[in-house]
């Protein structure tokens, strides 16, 4: 008989802050998973704004991309403010060909100049999901990208063309926190707010029927992926993170 590997144990992530960016590449990324560590947090008072690098206009087969931007962030807007999000920053850099490198941190950094905050989220960049599935370029872009651009919104001599009167250097992100990586370190307690994850996830129902997915249930989907995370923290339901300190030391 072979013994089954134990779960991973995780640590519970930090929430002494107040306000976090998240960045990613398309409408819907947030919200396999992660959106119910949002509802969590914006239940608690936090400021989460959201920041979509691309409108996902490449995303549905069957709708051209002119129409499908449109309909994709509809989507996002409405996704969010279901988690208690009510600010979503659309870059609308072009979806499927995203490229790491100066331009796309550029923008990055500008909204992290923008937004000001304490934590800056993503999802996983790593190469692929855990396993054989590999991960989409796009993720991978924007994740590297933005562990670079942190830095660089902290630099006044880096993109200092973007400073004026009303827009200053920001050095103030602590961490920047990747979530669902094969390489999660950390979870957070998403129990309570499940249903407001699934809710989330639903709300991209242009996007969920262009997939072609029969029978596609989203609670059971993200239940499959909290559900693991829970184990490892002692819960019911945990969404995990890669911790990627800033800083020395």
């Known amino acids: 008989m072979t013994d089954r590997p134990a779960p991973p144990s995780y640590e519970p992530l930090p929430e002494d802050w107040e306000t976090a960016l998240f960045v990613v590449a398309h409408p819907d990324d947030i919200e396999y998973g992660a959106a119910a560590a949002v509802a969590r947090w914006t239940g608690q008072g936090k400021?989460?704004?959201?920041?979509?690098?691309?409108?996902?206009?490449?995303?549905?087969?069957?709708?051209?991309?002119?129409?499908?931007?449109?309909?994709?962030?509809?989507?996002?807007?409405?996704?969010?403010?279901?988690?208690?999000?009510?600010?979503?920053?659309?870059?609308?850099?072009?979806?499927?060909?995203?490229e790491y490198g100066v331009a796309l941190r550029r923008a990055i950094a500008q909204v992290v100049r923008e937004q000001r905050p304490d934590v800056a989220l993503t999802i996983n960049f790593r190469e692929t999901f855990g396993g054989t599935n590999l991960n989409q370029a796009d993720h991978i872009a924007v994740g590297r990208a933005l562990l670079d651009a942190v830095?660089?919104?902290?630099?006044?001599?880096?993109?200092?063309?973007?400073?004026?009167?009303?827009?200053?250097?920001?050095?103030?992100?602590?961490?920047?926190?990747?979530?669902?990586?094969?390489?999660?370190?950390?979870?957070?307690?998403?129990?309570?707010?499940?249903?407001?994850?699934?809710?989330?996830?639903?709300?991209?129902?242009?996007?969920?029927?262009?997939?072609?997915?029969?029978?596609?249930?989203?609670?059971?989907?993200?239940d499959g992926i909290l559900r693991s995370g829970g184990q490892g923290l002692g819960v019911t339901h945990a969404a995990t993170f890669e911790v990627f300190p800033l800083g020395w030391g």
């Open 47 to 98: 400021r989460i704004v959201y920041c979509m690098v691309t409108s996902g206009e490449a995303g549905i087969d069957g709708l051209h991309p002119d129409e499908c931007a449109s309909v994709r962030e509809a989507e996002e807007i409405a996704s969010a403010r279901i988690v208690g999000v009510d600010e979503v920053v659309f870059l609308r850099l072009p979806d499927g060909i995203l």
């Open 151 to 222: 830095r660089d919104a902290g630099n006044r001599w880096i993109f200092p063309e973007q400073l004026t009167d009303d827009l200053e250097p920001w050095g103030g992100v602590r961490a920047v926190w990747a979530g669902n990586s094969p390489q999660a370190t950390h979870a957070v307690d998403v129990t309570d707010t499940f249903d407001a994850g699934v809710a989330s996830l639903e709300e991209h129902r242009a996007y969920i029927d262009g997939l072609g997915w029969d029978g596609w249930d989203p609670e059971e989907f993200l």
